[in-house]
């Protein structure tokens, strides 16, 4: 049974690279923002593009996480739901090749998508239609899904559902997981404050921000932000992008810079520095140590197209990462 276990919107990244941004500004989509839409308006985006650079991969938010997790050698698995359809077979496929253990449920309608779109400064922009991903049901999740788990790791995108958001937390938190919450986008905090403000103080253990996104849910500067609700959570961890992160604890804050790297999509950073940053904890290492993990993960997926790296690439983080436990 896996150790860290996942829960996210289980959906197919379409990454494709734009020129102008004034692409984003025909389709309504504000840089940098996940913008949910409909299955036609997904099609119509895809069409629009045709021509320009496509890539395709399993994606989400957390998945992307766990992804990072299994490639460093961690016993993983995921939670979601997909339609019954090739993008379906081809998520759970993913998962299988890299040894996650996928725990998906099928429904009649499509797999969810994201159209990512890479702006030339590297920025990336979703139009996301979620499709089966929010299909997820209470009943779907039960207490033995938690079994043999030590960390919960769950994205903000699943507001969408809330109960479902809730109990899942609530089980995990009750088997006694370390519950670790990514806010996700900061358009998404602003529509759910106070619910998010409840999650935390009940059942969060770990909360991961960007500097948008704990603006959005404290309307404060992202140090005071974190300090007001340390007293809530063991760590709030909160990414800044190309000033780095820091991590701050009931006892201190500390900041981490970043890795030097030539970034051209920054799509899966924040997901791949809650990888290491997860990674060293179960550890049992210190909060800078922790995030200077995720700085190298995320410091080298931005130099490449997408959230996943291959076996070359892990080859070499593995070993980089590795020599830090000491």
Same mark, same amino acid.
């Not at 619910?195 to 404060?220: C, M, P, T, W």
């Not at 820091?246 to 810079?257: L, Q």
């Given at each position: 049974?896996?150790?860290?276990?996942?829960?996210?919107?289980?959906?197919?990244?379409?990454?494709?690279?734009?020129?102008?941004?004034?692409?984003?500004?025909?389709?309504?989509?504000?840089? /940098?923002?996940?913008?949910?839409?409909?299955?036609?308006?997904?099609?119509?985006?895809?069409?629009?593009?045709?021509?320009?650079?496509?890539?395709?991969?399993?994606?989400?938010?957390?998945?992307?996480?766990?992804? /990072?997790?299994?490639?460093?050698?961690?016993?993983?698995?995921?939670?979601?739901?997909?339609?019954?359809?090739?993008?379906?077979?081809?998520?759970?496929?993913?998962?299988?090749?890299?040894?996650?253990?996928?725990?998906?449920?099928? =429904?009649?309608?499509? =797999?969810?998508?994201?159209?990512?779109?890479?702006?030339?400064?590297?920025?990336? =922009?979703?139009?996301?239609?979620?499709?089966?991903?929010?299909?997820?049901?209470?009943?779907?999740?039960?207490?033995?899904?938690?079994?043999?788990?030590?960390?919960?790791?769950?994205?903000?995108?699943?507001?969408?559902?809330?109960?479902?958001?809730?109990?899942?937390?609530?089980?995990?938190?009750?088997?006694?997981?370390?519950?670790?919450?990514?806010?996700?986008?900061?358009?998404?905090?602003?529509?759910?404050?106070?619910?998010?403000?409840?999650?935390?103080?009940?059942?969060?253990?770990?909360?991961?921000?960007?500097?948008?996104?704990?603006?959005?849910?404290?309307?404060?500067?992202?140090?005071? /932000?974190?300090?007001?609700?340390?007293?809530?959570?063991?760590?709030?961890?909160?990414?800044?992008?190309?000033?780095?992160?820091?991590?701050?604890?009931?006892?201190?804050?500390?900041?981490?810079?970043?890795?030097?790297?030539?970034?051209?999509? =920054?799509?899966?950073?924040?997901?791949?520095?809650?990888?290491?940053?997860?990674? /060293?904890?179960?550890?049992?290492?210190?909060?800078?140590?922790?995030?200077?993990?995720?700085?190298?993960?995320?410091?080298?997926?931005?130099?490449?197209?997408?959230?996943?790296?291959?076996?070359?690439?892990?080859?070499?983080?593995?070993?980089?990462?590795?020599?830090?436990?000491?």
């Amino acid at each position: 049974m896996a150790k860290v276990l996942g829960m996210g919107n289980a959906l197919v990244d379409i990454i494709t690279r734009i020129e102008d941004d004034a692409v984003l500004d025909n389709f309504g989509l504000p840089k /940098g923002s996940m913008t949910l839409v409909d299955l036609d308006t997904s099609n119509y985006i895809h069409a629009e593009t045709t021509g320009l650079p496509k890539s395709k991969a399993s994606g989400g938010s957390a998945a992307n996480t766990i992804h /990072g997790l299994a490639h460093l050698g961690v016993e993983t698995g995921f939670v979601g739901s997909v339609g019954n359809d090739d993008m379906g077979r081809f998520f759970k496929k993913d998962m299988e090749v890299n040894k996650i253990n996928p725990i998906l449920f099928r =429904t009649m309608n499509e =797999t969810g998508r994201a159209m990512a779109l890479i702006s030339s400064d590297s920025e990336r =922009t979703f139009a996301t239609y979620l499709g089966a991903a929010v299909d997820l049901t209470e009943d779907d999740i039960t207490h033995e899904i938690f079994e043999g788990c030590e960390y919960f790791y769950v994205e903000g995108y699943l507001v969408q559902h809330k109960e479902m958001f809730e109990k899942a937390m609530r089980l995990a938190s009750n088997a006694g997981l370390k519950v670790c919450l990514d806010l996700a986008s900061y358009n998404i905090v602003e529509a759910n404050i106070e619910f998010f403000q409840h999650l935390i103080s009940k059942y969060v253990d770990i909360l991961f921000a960007n500097e948008e996104e704990i603006r959005a849910l404290s309307g404060k500067s992202p140090e005071e /932000g974190a300090v007001e609700i340390r007293d809530q959570v063991e760590l709030v961890v909160i990414k800044m992008g190309a000033e780095g992160s820091f991590c701050v604890s009931r006892e201190d804050m500390v900041r981490i810079g970043v890795r030097p790297s030539n970034p051209i999509d =920054t799509t899966g950073a924040g997901d791949l520095y809650a990888a290491g940053f997860i990674y /060293g904890h179960m550890k049992g290492l210190s909060p800078e140590t922790c995030g200077k993990m995720g700085a190298i993960l995320a410091g080298r997926v931005i130099e490449l197209i997408g959230a996943k790296m291959d076996e070359s690439h892990w080859e070499n983080l593995r070993r980089e990462i590795y020599s830090m436990e000491g």
